[in-house]
């Protein structure tokens, strides 16, 4: 079955950055298209990126544009998220989701990883 | 940008229909999903591509999505649905979501 572990986030101070990942099983991972949503504690759910199958195309909420750099390495089955200049507004627990197919077509956020939380804080 | 509004709260008894609602600028136009989330626990997708049920949600989960408004209905509503849903749309290369439902059995 569809397994999403994500990891790397931690307590860091505002201005810093982190690199948060996404290791992906019991699918083809270079097939699929990948993002990262993430919640602020006691918030909806706010998409931050999304990653095409292979790479090749990536966009960004307006909030993290410029900051944020989402990466994947296929070899490794691997998503990440890079990010820089962290402010409070990015304290969240960040989850790892992807895409996937029917009949009509692809559609987003069809399984989801149980997320790691990034907690910026002087 | 572009904005989802959903109504905070929903009351519903248990063995009734619960509507939830979604408005948006030519929603009906767009695909939308339905995402339910409960507490401590990840979202799962109940819906997907306005009215498509993944595999394992059950029949009484169903969508529809016209003119400015997607709704999402449970039908039979049970104790186990009580959950936040939020439901997603995209917009000028945006995945958007609205602010949440809290469905209360």
């Known amino acids: 079955q569809v397994q999403l572990v994500e990891s790397g986030g931690g307590v860091v101070q505002p201005g810093t950055s982190l690199r948060l990942s996404c290791a992906a099983s019991?699918?083809?991972?270079?097939?699929?298209?990948m993002h990262w949503v993430r919640q602020a504690p006691g918030k909806g759910l706010e998409w931050v990126a999304v990653i095409s199958y292979d790479g090749s195309n990536r966009y960004y909420s307006d909030s993290v544009k410029g900051r944020f750099t989402i990466s994947r390495d296929n070899s490794k089955d691997t998503l990440f998220l890079q990010m820089s200049r962290l402010g409070l507004e990015d304290t969240a627990l960040y989850y790892c989701?992807?895409?996937?197919?029917?009949?009509?077509?692809?559609?987003?956020?069809?399984?989801w990883g149980q997320g790691t939380l990034v907690t910026v804080s002087s | 940008s572009y904005e989802l509004t959903q109504p905070p709260s929903v009351s519903v008894s248990p063995g009734q229909t619960a509507s939830i609602t979604c408005s948006g600028e030519?929603?009906?136009?767009?695909?939308v999903c339905w995402l339910q989330q409960k507490p401590g626990q990840s979202p799962v997708l109940v819906i997907h591509?306005?009215?498509k049920r993944p595999s394992g949600i059950p029949e009484r989960f169903s969508g529809s999505n016209s003119g400015t408004t997607a709704t999402l209905t449970i039908s039979g509503t049970q104790v186990l649905d009580e959950a936040d849903y939020y439901c997603q749309t995209w917009d000028s290369s945006a995945y958007i979501f609205g602010p949440g439902t809290k469905v209360t059995v």
């Open positions: 591509q306005n009215t």
């Open positions: 019991g699918f083809t991972f270079r097939n699929f298209g």
């Open positions: 989701t992807k895409d996937s197919y029917s009949d009509r077509g692809g559609y987003p956020f069809a399984d």
């Open positions: 030519n929603l009906g136009r767009k695909n």
